[in-house]
């Protein structure tokens, strides 16, 4: 069974950085691919970004393109999402995915295994 765990959420100002983590386990995780998404109150959970577990490709939407960094450590089995210029609009409960494909993937369909979610708050 694949458990995803997120930690690293927090209240922040406009302008700060923040880094989430999420810490995989269960299973060898070289053939999956991992994503970020997010979910504000009232929204659709939508996707922030993506990075397959082996390769450097990554995937980011529009919205965080240039601003966040997705990377993983496979020694640690975890994934990291590097969060910089936060803007009030990054507010929301951001949720770690899994899924057994090598394929970047974007949709929420797409992906099998979630974690619990962590908040961010970004703050004027």
């Known amino acids: 069974q694949v458990q995803l765990v997120e930690s690293g959420g927090g209240l922040v100002q406009a302008g700060d950085s923040l880094t989430l983590s999420c810490v995989a386990s269960?299973?060898?995780?070289?053939?999956?691919?991992m994503g970020w998404f997010r979910q504000a109150p009232g929204k659709e959970r939508e996707f922030v970004a993506a990075?397959?577990?082996?390769?450097?490709?990554?995937s980011y939407s529009e919205s965080v393109k240039g601003r966040f960094a997705i990377s993983r450590d496979n020694a640690k089995n975890t994934v990291y999402l590097q969060m910089n210029s936060l803007k009030l609009e990054d507010t929301a409960v951001y949720y770690c995915?899994?899924?057994?494909?090598?394929?970047?993937?974007?949709?929420?369909?797409?992906?099998?295994?979630w974690g619990q979610g962590t908040q961010v708050t970004v703050s004027s």
């Open positions: 995915a899994a899924d057994r494909r090598t394929t970047l993937v974007t949709r929420r369909s797409e992906y099998n295994y």
């Open positions: 269960g299973r060898p995780f070289g053939s999956y691919v």
């Open positions: 990075i397959r577990w082996i390769g450097v490709s990554t």
